[in-house]
């Protein structure tokens, strides 16, 4: 048995569905996975758009509020706002008024494409590089 257990805590994330692209979340997942003393979790985005084809939007957000529900801080890819907002702007509702995570927006493409809603909504907004996101979770994290 050794007694070298890393005793780092384990934060539990919530993917925005912005990291819905295959790559980016793959590279995100790799990314903080290879930060010594860092561990996480969290589920892979939701890619069911059933929800929100369907007009059903109150159970889109509740499906949003529930998987956040139990999260430490929720990371948003930034920069794709046009494509995702119905999605964001629920997600970022049930961020800061219902569930009161913290959200955290990584700019892996250029800051100028990150959208005002967002920049007034994320307790940080961090560029592509490991230590700043790892930094940003480690500081706003909120554990129960």
Known sequence: MSL?????PLYQLYFSR??????????LRTL???REGFRFAGTPPSADESLSATGRERE??????RRMKHCHAVLLLAG???AYSNW??????ACKEEVNKPLIA??????????????QNADAVVGWQADEIVNAIKRLARFG
């Open 4 to 8: 070298n257990r890393d005793r780092s």
């Open 18 to 27: 912005t990291w819905s692209h295959e790559e980016a979340y793959r590279e």
């Open 32 to 34: 903080l996975g290879g």
């Open 60 to 65: 889109l957000y509740e499906a949003i509020r």
């Open 80 to 82: 794709v706002y046009p």
């Open 88 to 93: 964001i702007n629920k997600e970022i509702i």
């Open 106 to 119: 990584i700019e892996r493409f250029e800051p100028s494409m990150t959208s005002m809603i967002v920049r």
